[in-house]
């Protein structure tokens, strides 16, 4: 089975989405306490001012000794001092050791550590001093010694432009004594869906819905999303089928925003309206992309009072359909349109333990999750309609137009994690 030809391949769309992120660029930048920087993306990389650790240090409880000073397991030698963590501890005697606790600095001529389990204290025969150590080991010179500079160097860049602070990334940049940070602006998005037949959870009781009603899961799902990519999000609800409401929603979420985002409406029926209204308002491209689900997407802008472009994705109105489209398309654009460097799926290389006797002529996302026998394995119904099958689900098996998949056969598995992170 040939792919189809006259569909947009899904690398051209994210080029595309690309080179329109990149002219939107978002340039706002502000300072944000440290503490507040989860999910932010830095304008300005972070520099540390010292090393880490800033000295030697032990990794373990124990003794801190000179290797030479202890030629056979059995050396006993005298302690000389004690240091807890934060003191530090004057130079080493030769021919002695210091009971030394995780994190203290290391004294000047003790070269190892021997950890406490290798060795028995003893104490001093009239109850006064420190006693003294047995070894029961032969150290090496460096054991359980943290180096200094080891993990990071002085005036070195520990995170860079364009970095979505993470959790261990606030803890790294902590520890270079990072107390504020210098973070683009969050992407303000507004998102609305279009459709009659949409109504919202709370509204109508399920014993009270109308014949062809449904609920509005896509407002849900990719408020959710939207806010997970690091986004302020303005909701505006559900948008009658009527153009001029269209457009008048158009109107009103493009002041102040970088991007609207909609589900529904971007097919050709009478009752679309998405298209006409865009085309009106700024400027449309719709592509049929060669995948599936997904494959009507709306790109383009719309202009704001003050003739300004605002950057505008209409996604398809099936709850599946417009959540792969989202973790496919949009989020890689949200992270071009934050200075983030683009996307590359990084799938990974795993045995199918299913078989996909009846492929299709688009490139196909399936919905699949990792098993205890290091396989993956797919949800029994891959409808674009069955949004259980994306909470069932770890990722996606993305699987070529046109291919069957024999059960044993190595498949790429793309993660919804992977997709989804910084």
């Known amino acids: 089975m040939k792919p189809a030809a006259d569909l ?19 340039r706002d930048v502000q300072a944000v306490s440290l503490l507040e920087a989860w999910n932010r993306v830095l304008a300005q990389p972070i520099r540390s001012l010292i090393d880490v650790p800033p000295q030697d240090n032990t990794s373990m409880d124990g003794y801190a000794l000179r290797a030479a000073d202890v030629p056979e397991p059995g050396t006993r030698l005298p302690v000389s001092q004690r240091i807890p963590a934060g003191q530090v501890g004057s130079a080493l005697e030769p021919g002695t050791a210091a009971r030394i606790f995780t994190g203290a600095q290391l004294p000047p001529g003790a070269d190892a550590v021997v950890m406490q389990e290798q060795c028995e204290a003893v104490a001093a025969g009239d109850g006064q001093g420190l ?33 979505r602070m993470t959790p261990q990334a606030m803890g790294l940049a902590a520890s270079v004594g990072c107390a504020e940070v210098v973070v683009v602006r969050r992407p303000r998005v507004a998102l609305f ?6 109504v919202m959870p709370g509204e109508v009781s399920p014993q009270q819905l109308r014949p062809g009603a449904i609920y509005n899961s896509n407002r849900y799902t990719l408020r959710g999303l939207l806010l997970a990519a690091g986004c302020d999000v303005t909701d505006l609800g559900i948008v009658p089928d009527r153009l001029e409401a269209t457009r008048a929603a158009l109107r009103q979420a493009a002041d102040g925003h970088d991007l609207i985002l909609t589900s529904g409406g971007v097919s050709v029926g009478e009752e679309d309206h998405i298209k006409p209204a865009v085309q009106a308002q700024g400027r449309l491209e719709l592509w049929q992309m060669g995948i599936k689900p997904g494959k009507p997407l709306a790109f383009g802008s719309v202009r704001t009072s003050g003739q300004r472009e605002c950057l505008f994705v209409g996604l398809p ?6 959540f792969i489209t989202f973790v496919l398309a949009v989020a890689p654009l949200l ?3 934050q200075g983030m460097p683009a996307q590359s799926f990084k799938p990974q290389m795993l045995r199918a333990d299913f078989s996909w006797p009846r492929p299709d002529r688009r490139r196909e996302f399936l919905r699949a999750r990792l098993n205890g026998q290091g396989g993956v394995e797919l949800f029994p119904n891959q409808s674009s309609g069955v949004l259980t099958s994306a909470v069932w689900a770890d990722g996606l098996v993305d699987n070529p137009a046109g291919t069957t998949i024999e059960q044993g056969q190595m498949v790429r598995f793309l993660s919804f994690a992977d997709l989804l992170s910084a």
């Open 8 to 26: 947009m391949s899904l690398e051209d769309a994210l080029q595309r989405l690309s080179r329109g992120a990149q002219a939107a660029l978002i």
């Open 131 to 163: 006693g003294s150590v047995v070894v029961k080991v032969s150290p090496q010179l460096g054991q359980w010694v943290r180096r200094r500079a080891e993990d990071v160097q002085a005036d070195s860049v520990v995170l860079t432009a364009g970095t």
């Open 193 to 198: 869906s279009t459709g009659d037949e949409l």
């Open 317 to 322: 109105g099936n709850p599946v359909s417009s």
């Open 335 to 337: 992270r071009v349109l």
